[in-house]
């Protein structure tokens, strides 16, 4: 073996690399925000966890990401720690996959069906389809699939790389000698954790010593040792992702160490008792790619099994190694960023209540124009002050989640809330004026005349609707809902022009004063811009469920008229907001002089 085999080998070991993280990049995509979905159809139940655990690592083919995703979940609090012992479990169940599609480069043989099944035959032609799937498809879940195609073929690429440079190890004495060493099992845990913690991924360091099988040199008890420790290192991964995160977040990585080294512990200390009264022949015997496979996969589910019943006592064991006292939680974990789907997903679970707050700093505005309330009024700028914080939270996480690769459906989600959240936070800001203009009133003991009052109880009602269906719509993507919100806007408009109109008569009559004039007109331009604002949010809604075309056509018929179904709505609601000809004196008054 040259230095050129050297370069062969670490060439192949970058394909494998590569080829693994961009298989795993189209998987994700492909799935998208499901896995939010699925992870949030978590119960108590230990084997269900464990189905999803398993089913979500195959998904994604890494068992580091699925613990790394673990971490960044039960740091921002939308699961609690208990939950995640399941799904490491099943994680661990789930990753056995992966040695059997590689093992497949093993197969020796001249029958052409089986040759077929060798990965060097197949991947060349998996190639060309994902290549051609990728140049004829600019989004879309077919290229996605393409991606992932490719990513296999250059995975595969690699292992036949590293199977050929490590073939001549085969014939060196100084390579046989290395490994009479590793007949120490603690050497084999040893070897094994440290290549697979270094390069931070246990499939690559079982690709790579099930190359190295492939000299005859590996036996099995060299092998079960180094696998044990592979597994031990794959740990590494969300044990790094683990810092700085929350007293809970830290255990889910203490817990996936734990399952690991005590199921090294047991296994080899069981296995090693066995050996020494039964004497196993097969120990010394030399192994391949599809015995590694083997092992690994008895490894993983012995172990899973074995401790299956003792979960609450991990659960314990976790909380006596962290002892922290910190309880603090993020908004928005970047851990969570390698799969824009999830990040997607909770930052639109942070939208959905910033959404909230606003609509409530609305609501609680317009209470305290009628009875001013100092308790409602401080809630009113705490909100506030949280909202802001929401906004520039998800402005920056959203521009981070923008810079990765994203499913088209992903992509108009992000979209959506780009749009959305500034103008959430704008009504936020419209609610503070309003507390102004509540304030104002309160102090001056000012009191509108009982026509302007029922006016001004129309067009609030007509506010709170329109922002209510808003946020709905927001938080259901309800496209529906959303198209009733532009109607509902020109209402607002008109009523906003009607009372400016109204107003300058009283004021000529002598029926009303400058003062009030200008607190009438400040209230009327803060319900007109709330309602601005909930036309952009409604609009972007559409945006994100409908096409192109079907998203301009509308946008068409609000400009040119609208459609018969925009009419209608706009005709319901004209008919239930209409200002009174005059105010009634048992009509209830919105303003009372205190």
Not at 21 to 39: A, H, I, Q, T, Y
Not at 74 to 92: A, D, K, P, R, Y
Not at 154 to 167: D, F, I, K, N, Q
Request: proline residues 2%; contains cysteine.
């Amino acid at each position: 073996m040259d230095i050129f085999s050297v370069f062969t080998l670490v060439g192949g070991l970058a394909f494998f690399l590569y080829g693994m993280n961009v298989m795993s990049s189209g998987l994700e995509k492909m799935v998208g925000g499901k896995l939010e979905r699925v992870l949030g159809a978590m119960t108590s139940n230990i084997f269900k966890s464990m189905a999803l655990g398993a089913a979500v690592t195959v998904a994604i083919q890494s068992s580091s990401a699925m613990t790394v995703m673990l971490v960044g979940l039960v740091n921002s609090g939308v699961m609690e720690f208990s939950q995640t012992i399941g799904v490491i479990m099943g994680s661990n169940i789930g990753t056995t996959l992966t040695p059997w599609i590689l093992s497949a480069a093993g197969i020796q043989s001249d029958n052409f069906f089986l040759r077929l099944l060798k990965p060097e035959s197949f991947s060349p032609l998996m190639a060309m389809v994902g290549v051609v799937l990728v140049m004829s498809s600019k989004t879309g879940k077919k290229r996605d699939a393409g991606t992932i195609l490719v990513g296999f073929s250059v995975l595969m690429t690699g292992m036949t790389l590293m199977s050929g440079a490590v073939e001549p190890l085969a014939d060196m004495p100084a390579f046989r000698d290395v490994l009479l060493l590793f007949k120490n099992p603690l050497l084999g845990v040893l070897l094994g954790a440290v290549v697979t913690g270094v390069i931070q991924s246990s499939a690559a360091s079982v690709g790579i010593l099930q190359s190295l099988s492939m000299t005859g040199s590996i036996t099995y008890g060299m092998a079960a040792p180094i696998i044990m420790g592979q597994n031990i290192g794959t740990c590494v991964t969300a044990l790094i992702a683990s810092f700085g995160t929350n007293k809970n977040a830290k255990r889910v990585a203490v817990v996936h160490i734990y399952t690991k080294v005590i199921g090294t512990v047991v296994c080899l200390s069981l296995f090693y008792a066995l050996d020494g009264i039964f004497q196993f022949t097969f120990t010394d015997a030399p192994i391949n790619a599809v015995g590694i496979a083997a092992v690994h996969s008895l490894f993983n589910i012995f172990n899973t099994f074995l401790l299956l019943p003792f979960t609450k006592q991990l659960e314990k064991l976790a909380k006596i190694t962290v002892r922290e006292k910190s309880t603090e939680q993020v908004l928005l974990d970047e851990r969570l960023l390698f799969s824009p789907g999830l990040a997607i997903s909770e930052s639109r679970k942070l939208a959905n209540r910033m959404a909230r707050l606003a609509q409530q700093s609305v609501a609680t505005a317009t209470e305290i124009l009628v009875d001013y309330d100092e308790k409602k009024a401080r809630q009113i700028e705490e909100n506030e002050e949280e909202i802001d914080l929401f906004e520039d939270k998800l402005g920056t996480y959203l521009v981070k989640v923008a810079s990765r690769s994203l499913s088209p459906g992903d992509s108009n989600q992000l979209s959506e809330l780009l749009h959305a959240i500034g103008d959430f936070e704008r009504i936020g800001d419209h609610g503070v004026n309003l507390l102004r203009v509540a304030q104002e009133i309160h102090d001056k003991e000012l009191s509108f005349s009982a026509e302007a009052q029922a006016e001004v109880q129309v067009i609030t009602r007509a506010v709170l609707d329109i922002l209510d269906r808003t946020v709905r719509s927001f938080s259901d993507s309800d496209v529906s809902a959303a198209k009733h919100v532009e109607p509902l806007e020109q209402v607002i408009d008109e009523l906003y022009n009607d009372m400016k109109s109204r107003h300058v008569v009283r004021l000529r009559e002598g029926r009303c004063t400058i003062e009030l004039g200008f607190i009438l007109s400040d209230l009327l331009t803060n319900y007109a811009r709330i309602s601005d604002h909930c036309s952009n949010i409604a609009v972007a809604v559409i945006q994100n469920k409908g096409s192109d075309k079907q998203t301009h056509g509308y946008l068409n018929e609000v400009k040119t008229g609208g459609s018969d179904e925009f009419n209608l709505a706009f005709q319901l609601f004209e008919e239930q907001y209409a200002l009174p000809s005059a105010a009634s004196e048992d009509q209830l008054s919105l303003f009372d002089t205190p």
